[in-house]
DNA sequence: CGGGGACTTGAACCGGGTCAACGAGCGTGG
DNA sequence: CCACGCTCGTTGACCCGGTTCAAGTCCCCG
């Protein structure tokens, strides 16, 4: 977990490790594979970004000249057809990884859906770094894979289940990450809006909101608030999702 | 789950590099990040798969100890729920890579739909490989994010698109894949059948079975047969696709 | 206390699913 | 050589889950 060292006087605070030292996603993002002396060497490649909600990241189509490393907040990915339909591929928590596209262009866009901080990494010296600590493209190698996991669920997600089983998944899905958090597993907080959680379930905001209510009446859920769900029988919503 | 691999008596088997050269992906599958000479210590750690239709090469949730690559054939990739509705999540063909879930289980099954071969490598020997070559990890890395572009893609799909569009997009990619390997791009040959289309694109097989005869009767394709289609305007098709 | 975005609710509609029957191709055995 | 059985694909009729369109209602923030 986070170490006391961290208030230390060090000799490689002097070449930028102190930010990185106090990160809250130290031990999360791209940095956990480095030690306390290497993370002085990443410290040097990477930048800051804040952004407000609503404000773009990145988008879909831009050359992807870099990788991100969320420190705070939360982001939305997603893909717009000409049209204007839309699909949300992802929401992004403190200590995940964007922006994985090595050489080509960004798939999809990233924007914030709460003030959020991230880390930024140019794609050239990243790779370049490579070289000196190679559990760094290990790491990288193994959030990609991961991605691929969730993906995949994903599509199992949109291709094959009811409306219902999408927003039971979608709930346990973040009260999974939120435990992961260190936060509380059941009132489950949501910081998108009911038409983020639509175009990731491939739903309409109106179909959302009445499998919502649906739910609650079966008594699986309880709304506090739109944005404040509890989970009242985690048993039977994971039986519902998979036997 | 029987491997057909045996140990032959071959000397160029045992020494390496001879079978690796003459290989039909030398320059497409993890084999293309190396060298002539290089490429004997990546023969060291390979053995042979071979599969007839139907068989599987590995099933969801067993531990995922390989990496492998496709030489010959075609695989398809699937996700079960407990009922029995399945996801097909991938196509594979010669100089894909499939396997890239490190240290954990599978996420997927992969059963041959043509008779295939493959390169399997142990993940740990790999890994030990790494050090040496690491533009053979790099190599991975880029497989993983084409893996995540391709499932991104496939979100929007089953998310956002009607049966017409998955329809006509499943077509182009086919298409295009088959340009990749060197093959016409017009009659598409689809080596999978209905029900794999159909579970791939989040549809019926009956209701494939309509939208390609409707796609048909306006002229877009033309069924030759049934695993055989030609694209017969391929930038309308494309239009329909995205614009 | 007023305005506006987010959310909910209702009613009608429709794209795609379900169920059932049928046909085409093909390997097998009599 | 044909009859049988099986899988795969197609077609038809009906149905349902989810969408669409159109009002509301809630709630936050000024």
Same mark, same amino acid.
């Given at each position: 977990?986070?170490?006391?060292?961290?208030?230390?006087?060090?000799?490689?605070?002097?070449?930028?490790? +102190?930010?990185?030292?106090?990160?809250?996603?130290?031990?999360?993002? =791209?940095?956990?594979?480095?030690?306390?002396?290497?993370?002085?060497?990443?410290?040097?490649?990477?930048?800051?970004?804040?952004?407000?909600?609503?404000?773009?990241?990145?988008?879909?189509?831009?050359?992807?000249?870099?990788?991100?490393?969320?420190?705070? %907040?939360?982001?939305?990915? #997603?893909?717009?057809?000409?049209? $204007?339909?839309?699909?949300?591929?992802?929401?992004?928590?403190? $200590?995940?990884?964007? %922006?994985?596209?090595? $050489?080509?262009?960004?798939?999809?866009?990233?924007?914030?859906?709460?003030? #959020?901080?991230?880390?930024?990494?140019?794609?050239?010296?990243?790779? +370049?770094?490579?070289?000196?600590?190679?559990?760094?493209?290990?790491?990288?190698?193994?959030?990609?894979?991961?991605?691929?996991? +969730?993906?995949?669920?994903?599509?199992?997600?949109?291709?094959?289940?009811?409306?219902?089983?999408?927003?039971?998944?979608?709930?346990?899905?973040? #009260?999974?990450?939120?435990? $992961?958090?260190?936060?509380?597993?059941?009132?489950?907080?949501?910081?998108?809006?009911?038409?983020?959680?639509?175009?990731?379930?491939?739903?309409?905001?109106?179909?959302? #909101?009445?499998?919502?209510?649906?739910?609650?009446?079966?008594?699986?859920?309880?709304?506090?608030?739109?944005?404040?769900?509890?989970?009242?029988?985690?048993?039977? =919503?994971?039986?519902?999702?998979?036997?």
């Amino acid at each position: 977990m986070s170490s006391a060292d961290r208030s230390r006087p060090d000799p490689a605070d002097r070449h930028g490790a +102190a930010v990185c030292q106090a990160c809250a996603v130290r031990n999360e993002g =791209i940095c956990a594979a480095l030690d306390r002396v290497e993370i002085v060497d990443l410290d040097a490649i990477a930048s800051r970004v804040l952004l407000e909600p609503g404000q773009a990241l990145f988008y879909e189509s831009d050359p992807a000249a870099f990788v991100f490393s969320v420190t705070t %907040g939360c982001l939305r990915l #997603s893909k717009l057809l000409a049209d $204007g339909r839309r699909q949300v591929t992802g929401f992004l928590f403190p $200590g995940d990884l964007l %922006g994985l596209t090595f $050489g080509e262009r960004f798939a999809y866009t990233a924007e914030a859906i709460l003030p #959020s901080a991230l880390c930024r990494f140019p794609t050239e010296k990243l790779r +370049a770094l490579f070289d000196a600590y190679p559990r760094l493209e290990a790491r990288l190698l193994a959030a990609a894979c991961n991605e691929i996991v +969730a993906a995949q669920d994903h599509l199992m997600l949109l291709g094959r289940m009811t409306a219902r089983e999408r927003l039971l998944s979608f709930l346990l899905m973040m #009260s999974r990450r939120a435990t $992961g958090r260190g936060e509380p597993a059941s009132p489950v907080r949501l910081p998108m809006v009911r038409a983020d959680v639509a175009d990731y379930l491939g739903l309409t905001v109106e179909h959302v #909101s009445r499998t919502m209510h649906a739910l609650a009446d079966e008594g699986l859920i309880r709304l506090d608030a739109a944005n404040e769900i509890s989970l009242l029988d985690p048993g039977r =919503i994971e039986a519902v999702v998979l036997g």
